[in-house]
T-cell receptor
Framework: QKEVEQNSGPLSVPEGAIASLNCTYSDRGSQSFFWYRQYSGKSPELIMFIYSNGDKEDGRFTAQLNKASQYVSLLIRDSQPSDSATYLCAVKESGNTGKLIFGQGTTLQVKP | KAGVTQTPRYLIKTRGQQVTLSCSPISGHRSVSWYQQTPGQGLQFLFEYFSETQRNKGNFPGRFSGRQFSNSRSEMNVSTLELGDSALYLC??????????FGPGTRLTVL
């Protein structure tokens, strides 16, 4: 059973701080990794994707991938109260498939 | 570009009934995937369609089925509804091999 693990939180950070969200996965053959943000009552919104080892930056967001350790992370700099949401880590299953395997999500609370 | 649309947005059914949900992908996207989201199980993959062919299926009973039309629109059907089928059903579209973008979902309640 291929799995994606996330700490459910809540992770609470003060406004302006860096929020660090982590995810581990079991499928060694996975090549594509995604972070989705989901506000309460809404559907998931894609915020980052990463395919190569290392860091990928987009505005206040940085995704980090370490395939050897099977570890993906998301850093949110200068956190804002509007960042308060559940962050879902998703891993595309290896092989010719579009199947995403999701973690349970980490709830982030940014306190003003 | 318009996003993924799903209809209906909310649905209330009783046990034993069947339901059909519809998804229209982003223009140009030919891949459509369906997911079920519940508080206990999280987001779970149902199936994936590309060019009217089911390419992948998740671990759900045969009561869950789907199809894709030549215009890439997709439908999923759940027959003989059970209480445990109450969930948010999400459709996502993508270019082949690309990132998946979700629609707003259909909230199904089974009484």
């Amino acid at each position: 059973q291929k799995e994606v693990e996330q700490n459910s939180g809540p992770l609470s950070v003060p406004e302006g701080a860096i929020a660090s969200l982590n995810c581990t996965y079991s499928d060694r053959g996975s090549q594509s990794f995604f972070w989705y943000r989901q506000y309460s009552g809404k559907s998931p919104e894609l915020i980052m994707f990463i395919y190569s080892n290392g860091d990928k930056e987009d505005g206040r967001f940085t995704a980090q991938l370490n395939k050897a350790s099977q570890y993906v992370s998301l850093l949110i700099r200068d956190s804002q109260p509007s960042d308060s949401a559940t962050y879902l880590c998703a891993v595309k299953e290896s092989g010719n498939t579009g199947k995403l395997i999701f973690g349970q999500g980490t709830t982030l609370q940014v306190k003003p | 570009k318009a996003g993924v649309t799903q209809t209906p947005r909310y649905l209330i059914k009783t046990r034993g009934q069947q339901v059909t949900l519809s998804c229209s992908p982003i223009s140009g996207h030919r891949s459509v995937s369906w997911y079920q989201q519940t508080p206990g199980q999280g987001l779970q993959f149902l199936f994936e369609y590309f060019s009217e062919t089911q390419r992948n299926k998740g671990n759900f009973p045969g009561r869950f089925s789907g199809r894709q039309f030549s215009n890439s629109r997709s439908e999923m059907n759940v027959s003989t509804l059970e209480l445990g089928d109450s969930a948010l059903y999400l459709c996502a579209s993508s270019l082949e091999g690309g990132s998946q973008y979700f629609g707003p979902g259909t909230r199904l309640t089974v009484l």
